[in-house]
């Protein structure tokens, strides 16, 4: 019952906060809470996890695992980019988008420290319980293959909710395609390298290339 609990937590805070609240404040509040405390209680609670979570950072930093989660994050950064470009107009209104975070606060001078955690913050945070905690309580129930598939399927989740009030239906449930795609790959970091740090790399690139897109099409 903990782990549906834990499954289903980050989409619920998603949803309080952008369909109940509909303001992105409250939601980063709910979300990135979620994200830090049930990983950071459980580790507190049990050492061998918080000690396999610190040997893993320490151990795993090669190259190999750096340059794979610095290329994949740049391909992944101008296929989201790119594909957003193209899109504009077509599948979504940017109007409509940019009234629609007006109306979830994403707005402002403060702007510029949402962006800050979305870039510096949110990839560790989402990789940490997705491709670390997550991952580790599903790993010796499901196996691998299994746990990265469950894991990445409800990282997506939230990522459609986000998406339903911005992309009409149902070209919101084919934009989290690639979301759960994206998932799926840096679950696949995870596995081969037993380590979260390509998957981190890779993550925060990808954002990069959605906050360039706001930055150069959204921001007022």
Known sequence: MKNVIYLFGPTIMIFLGINIFESIPITFSLFYS???????????????????FYQSIKTEKTLKSIMTGLISGVLCAIAI???LSLAMGH????????????QWEFSGPIVWLYIFILICINPFLEEWYWREFMYKRYLDKLGTMRSVIITSFFY?????????PLVDMPLSVIATIPVLLAGLLWGY???????????????TLADIGIILFYIVYLMQ
């Open 91 to 102: 599948l979504f209104e940017i109007d409509h988008v940019s009234d629609i975070l007006v």
């Open 189 to 203: 970091f995870r596995k081969i390298f037993s380590s979260i740090t390509a998957s981190v790399i890779s993550h």
């Open 156 to 164: 997506a989740l939230y990522h459609l909710l986000v998406l339903i």
């Open 34 to 52: 979620w994200l830090f405390l049930i990983p950071f209680v459980s580790y507190f609670r049990n050492p061998a996890l918080k000690s396999s």
């Open 81 to 83: 980019f790119g594909s």
